[in-house]
């Protein structure tokens, strides 16, 4: 299986350790990732006040792949879901097909509506299986007490995400993550968000919702909660510093990358997939995969 691999803005600037896990994972997998060095942002932060703007973004990384006949595959959630989105409004609306390819001339490009994106655990779960993951599965990770966060944007609207997991209790990460034989627990706060976009708009929601998050996996005392979201994955472990500074509040929950999991349940060390560079050391599983 060969897809075009869309890392998007965030991810290479601040989160090396998310691109290194999962192109380990990946590769272990026989999928083989093309770097497209054309790409450009999603234009997720657009779609609110430029609708315009936002469609020709996105249409534009579209059509590169389209261009090399490649399925796009990406780490993000909200990457995933303006990619998608742009997509399948531009299958459906001929009118704003034919402004968009317009526009697209100057580049030699043209949208065609032949190609499909994915987020990563939807390409694990759907075309790679449960069942060729487990028969990579090496080491059972049964002795750690881990928490998911699915986050919002992977599975709403689900009208655009094609209905790939419950919009309201999703449950294809916790099967992801029961695939290594962790403990897996159920938490009150599960499906909140984590309040990343509420950001510049409102910090007091922000913030409420993360301390609201981290209250709640304390009492549990997780070894890490694994994310599959970058914007979730900084809310949560960078917000804990500002937890600690604005509220004097100290909580120290791991907060770790889906295939990180997944890679050290596949044979590889806590270095190979990069927990040495998360913020908040899971010193536990660091220690068992050194």
């Known amino acids: 299986m060969k897809l075009a691999f869309y890392l998007g803005c965030v991810i290479p600037a601040k989160l ?3 691109e290194l896990s999962a192109r380990k994972v990946f590769e272990k997998l026989g999928v083989e990732l093309v770097d497209m060095e054309d790409f450009i942002c999603c234009g997720f932060p657009f779609e609110l006040f430029n609708h315009e703007t936002w469609l020709k973004m996105a249409a534009y990384n579209l059509a590169l792949a389209e261009k090399q006949g490649l399925n796009i595959v990406t780490l993000c959630n909200g990457c995933a879901n303006s990619l998608a989105h742009a997509n399948k409004l531009l299958k459906e609306d001929s009118k704003k097909r034919e ?4 526009f697209l001339k100057k580049y030699g490009l043209e949208f065609k509506g032949t190609i499909e994106v994915k987020h990563f655990i939807r390409v694990l779960y759907e075309d790679i299986g449960l069942d060729k993951i487990k028969e990579n599965i090496t080491k059972e990770l049964s002795e750690f007490k881990l928490a998911t966060h699915t986050g919002c ?3 709403r609207p689900s009208e655009y ?3 790939f997991d419950n919009p309201i209790k999703p449950t ?3 099967e992801l993550v029961n695939i290594t034989k962790a403990n897996n627990i159920n938490y009150l706060t599960k499906n909140l968000c984590c309040g990343n976009t509420s950001r510049g708009l409102n910090d007091n929601v922000s913030i409420e919702l993360l301390r609201r998050k981290m209250k709640d996996l304390s009492k549990h005392e997780v070894d890490a909660l694994v994310t599959i979201c970058p914007a979730c994955y900084l809310q949560y472990e960078m917000g804990q510093l500002e937890l600690k500074t604005k509220f004097k509040e100290v909580y120290n929950v791991p907060v770790v990358h889906y295939p990180q999991i997944l ?3 596949m044979g590889m060390s806590a270095k190979e997939v990069g927990l040495d560079m998360n913020k908040i050391k899971p010193k536990k599983i660091i220690e068992a995969f050194k």
Do not use: F, I, R, W
Not at 99 to 102: K, T
């Open 16 to 18: 090396p350790n998310y």
């Open 99 to 102: 402004e968009v390819n317009e």
């Open 153 to 155: 944007h992977v599975v």
């Open 161 to 163: 995400m094609d209905s």
């Open 172 to 174: 294809k990460l916790d």
């Open 263 to 265: 890679g050290l349940a």
